[in-house]
């Protein structure tokens, strides 16, 4: 499976072109309509106001409501970019933005707002993941979901599933959405921007999926979270807090009737256990701020920098859509590599139920 995408924010038109999706995916324009809808701007007060309306058209590989096999091109098209925004702080790098570093590696700038850097990129990423969704669920029954696993400073004291989606958030504790809001609301008047955490689950993942050295399954993950924006650290189950524990307490004893915890994440040796895949990660505070900083022109020379525009003062708030998406994405490429290596025959000890999980 390949993705690419292409447009930039304030170009006519961001796009995807989707390779080896397997002929016969049912794909109805809801299933578009529904994550892309949960990913865009403008839904709620906290985050970018820009309101696009996130049309997907359908270019190819699509009949009749089924992928065809052949290559799937999508497109939507930009409608609310406004570049004039943009026009204070076009010869100047805002401290922390990969402005600076797409200068120094290209020499050339679209002064547009981030262009490719932008969040915007990443609708076509949910819009990819829409497919291998649909086929994850379709073939083998898998579930992959998210939820906002911290907010700066708070973190939620309960988890219930139900509520993840009634709030703006995709936070777990209803107790706790106030709190947010109000944290929120005084952040924004501040200028200032916030960093989060974002936990996604694969449940449903058979055993045996995930190359053992090059292509380890943790491996593509991380490397398919790193490369959403603004990503700074990317965890596999217990992740960085397995420094602290001893092997009694991390490792996950198994009984025929299950595993009976998931410190691992669901993955050893790169390969799927057969438990829920858990991963998650930390998105860094957006850096197109309205409090002035220090930094420099393309001349090198000291300015201050202001920033206006529509600005997410928390893009972690929507980046739950977008980690799923990679996470189906990564699941379906590695189901596709061992199926063609292995097919079924991988699977020769007795399989030991998912069991328990922490959530
Ligand atoms: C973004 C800045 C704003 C956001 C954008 C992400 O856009 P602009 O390029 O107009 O300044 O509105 O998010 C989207 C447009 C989107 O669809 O996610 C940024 O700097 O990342």
């Not at 190819?60 to 409501?65: K, L, R, T």
């Not at 893009?315 to 199926?339: K, S, Y």
């Amino acid at each position: 499976l390949s993705v690419s995408t292409f447009g930039e924010s304030h170009g006519p038109a961001i796009g995807c072109v989707i390779d080896g999706v397997p002929p016969g995916i049912a794909i109805a324009p809801e299933q578009f309509r529904h994550d892309l809808d949960r990913r865009a701007t403008g839904k709620s007060r906290h985050t970018s106001q820009r309101h696009e309306t996130d049309e997907i058209e359908i270019l190819s590989g699509v009949y009749q409501g089924k992928t065809t096999g052949t290559a799937l091109a999508l497109l939507i098209r930009n409608t609310d970019a406004r570049s004039k925004d943009y026009a204070d702080i076009d010869a100047q790098f805002r401290p922390g933005h990969a402005d600076y570093t797409y200068w120094q590696k290209y020499g050339i700038r679209d002064p547009n707002g981030g262009g490719r850097s932008s969040a915007r990129e990443t609708t076509m990423r949910v819009a990819a993941g829409v497919i291998a969704k649909a086929w994850l669920a379709q073939q083998f029954n898998i579930t992959v979901r998210g939820y906002l696993s911290q907010l700066g400073p708070l973190k939620p004291r309960q988890h219930d599933w139900q509520v993840v989606e009634t709030n703006p958030f995709f936070w777990p504790d209803p107790d706790m959405v106030t709190e947010l809001e109000a944290y929120m609301d005084a952040l924004r008047k501040s200028g200032d921007s916030i960093g989060a955490a974002v936990t996604v689950v694969a449940e449903g993942v058979p055993p045996g999926w995930g190359e053992p050295i090059y292509g380890k399954l943790d491996a593509e993950i991380a490397l398919a979270m790193m490369s959403i924006n603004a990503v700074k650290g990317v965890e596999i189950g217990d992740g960085f807090a397995a420094i602290e524990q001893k092997g009694s307490e991390h490792r996950d004893e198994m009984r025929p009737d299950g595993f009976l915890s998931n410190h691992a994440g669901g993955i050893l040796g790169g390969i799927s256990t057969g438990q829920t895949i858990r991963t998650r990660i930390a998105i860094k505070p957006t850096s197109s701020l309205r409090l002035p900083g220090q930094t420099v022109n393309t001349q090198g020379e000291p300015v201050e920098v202001i920033t206006k525009g529509r600005h997410d003062p928390c893009v972690g708030i929507r980046a739950t859509p977008i980690a799923e998406a990679m996470l189906a994405l990564v699941l379906m490429d590695q189901a596709m590599r061992h199926r063609a290596q292995c097919g079924d025959v991988g699977v020769v000890a007795p399989r030991i139920p998912a069991g328990t999980d922490q959530e």
